[in-house]
């Protein structure tokens, strides 16, 4: 009876593995049709996982809202109770390192050590780097380590989809490492003369204690979605002088104004939630009814005609802006409410705190030109990019900002796909606006109309640009330009060489022009030929 009973189970067990693997088999199919299900995946802290799974919010993403949030109430209390005055700098430094260092390790756990070790490899880097290659040292280390980072991610953890996310932090660092080290060097290897005016006013001439250095790259005011700053503003805000420094600048006394302004940020910081809330409320009831990977969708890129795709394409490039909406205005906010931001006053007399603003969302939304749109987005990102590469660059300053762009934000394809496009358009946008657009500044409403097609080319050459940065990878990147008949590389392919060959002609023309008037004038000044050329 026993073995037959041991034949029976063998017999109901071999019955069991079949039919789960059945199954197996079936619900494997199941969810290769249907989207995957929200990760919960995480190195950082497990503390919220029940909020997680109440929510079914990634892991991670609500450890990066927790930690904000109270950042947000820990920079009130810092900006009220440690002020420059009652606790003084060091301590200042100390608090806002520990509290960014907790921060940074209940987040992303033992990936955080790889932001303390580019942190600490690049500030060995500068106190023993010679002045005049300290930054070419400095940007090697910190461009190299983040590119291997990247790597990492994309090609150990299946493009990071399922992995904590720690790229944000170390990509901010990266920024504040890069851009100290030139700074350091135009304030102790160049001399004056040499540097432009912005260059003269952010150089450093003194190299940072290890305290300075790490409360810069490591505060909890900014560690986790930044925006970057200039290092002599924010040891400016440490030691209290930064508020002093922006009202000496702006001479209020001599702008009229009899009264001292309230130098509360409240104002600024509660504008910023509201738009922080309404950003997160259109992220959740619109973005994910619209998804960016619909445009490649093999039933809708076949039936679907052209306008219909330009349209959705249009929406929901529109719909995926305010989760970076969200993130880069909480980030704004934060440092507010610690006193860090104030840019000193407006024509009226009323506080500016968008020092270290990192968007301007009515610039983006109507802007009629490329340009507009590229400085009112990651607006600190752009700054940081003009100041290490575009005003240094000898040769082709637009075309290498570009590349750096891509390798600063990461290794996926779809990255490189959107900044050399955004290459060809932006030569063509700024070749199309020297060229035509004069033409309609006679009256209102042919400005009128030009605004309006300006804004709508602007805004679909956008969305053309970052759809695949937002697709990521190469085969959707392909389907979306097949879809959309590369319609703007076609057109800038075009446009390019003839804008190119009218603007030669023009000045020949000018040339031409300039060699008349030197035969009457054997004295040209040379300066206004040159602006006329």
């Not at 340009?371 to 752009?382: A, E, F, Y």
Request: aromatic fraction near 16%; charged fraction near 15%.
């Amino acid at each position: 009876s026993e073995r037959l009973s041991v034949s029976a189970l063998g017999r109901r067990l071999e019955r069991a593995i079949g039919s789960f693997q059945q199954n197996g088999s079936a619900s494997q199919s199941c969810r290769m049709a249907e989207p995957p299900s929200i990760p919960f995946r995480t190195t950082g802290s497990r503390l919220f996982h029940p909020l997680s799974v109440r929510f079914n919010v990634p892991l991670d993403q609500v450890n990066f809202a927790v930690c904000q949030l109270f950042a947000l109430f820990t920079a009130f209390w810092f900006r009220l109770y440690l002020t420059p005055s009652r606790a003084g700098a060091i301590v200042r430094h100390l608090v806002v390192t520990m509290i960014g260092i907790y921060f940074a390790i209940f987040c992303f756990g033992w990936y955080s050590l790889h932001i303390f070790i580019e942190v600490t490899l690049c500030y060995c880097i500068m106190i023993t780097a010679n002045v005049s290659n300290i930054h070419r040292y400095s940007f090697v280390a910190a461009m190299g380590y983040l590119t291997l980072c990247q790597i990492s991610r994309v090609y150990i953890f299946n493009y990071g989809l399922l992995a904590t996310d720690f790229s944000g932090p170390l990509m901010i660092a990266t920024q504040k490492i890069t851009s100290l080290a030139f700074q350091i060097h135009d304030g102790l290897g160049r001399k004056d003369e040499e540097l432009t005016t912005e260059q003269r006013r952010l150089a450093v001439s003194a190299r940072p204690t290890l305290l300075e250095y790490c409360s810069y790259h490591l505060n909890f005011l900014g560690i986790l979605a930044g925006p970057t700053s200039s290092y002599k503003d924010y040891i400016a805000f440490i030691e209290g002088n930064h508020i002093d420094m922006k009202l000496i600048e702006e001479h209020w006394k001599q702008k009229g104004i009899k009264k001292f302004p309230d130098l509360s940020p409240l104002r600024a910081v509660a504008n910023k939630m509201l738009i922080t809330f309404v950003c997160l409320v259109w992220f959740t009831v619109i973005t994910k009814n619209f998804p960016i990977s619909y445009n490649v969708d093999a039933k809708f890129t076949n039936e679907a005609s052209f306008f219909r795709k330009l349209c959705y394409l249009f929406i929901s490039v529109h719909a995926s802006r305010p989760k970076y909406y969200f993130a880069w205005t909480l980030a704004d906010a934060i440092n507010n409410a610690g006193g860090f931001g104030f840019n000193g006053l407006d024509e009226n007399g009323n506080l500016r705190w968008d020092l270290i603003s990192n968007l301007n969302i009515w610039n983006i939304e109507t802007a009629t030109s490329f340009k507009m749109c590229l400085d009112s987005w990651n607006i600190q990102t752009g700054a940081w990019l003009k100041s290490v590469c575009y005003d240094r660059a000898p040769y082709f300053p637009t075309a290498l900002t570009f590349i750096l762009s891509a390798l600063w934000h990461g290794v996926y394809p779809g990255y490189y796909f959107t900044f050399t496009t955004a290459i060809l358009i932006t030569l063509a946008a700024r070749a199309m606006r020297s060229s035509f657009r004069h033409y309609f500044l006679s009256s209102k409403t042919m400005k009128l109309g030009y605004d309006f097609v300006t804004w709508a080319s602007t805004q679909l050459a956008l969305c053309y640009i970052v759809t695949p940065f937002l697709l990521l990878a190469t085969e959707p990147t392909i389907k979306f330009y097949k879809s959309m008949y590369f319609h703007f590389h076609i057109l800038c392919a075009f446009a390019l060489p003839i804008l190119a060959f009218q603007r030669q002609k023009s000045v020949t023309q000018i040339d031409l022009a300039a060699l008349r008037t030197n035969s009457y004038n054997p004295a040209p000044n040379h300066q206004q030929l040159k602006k006329e050329q």
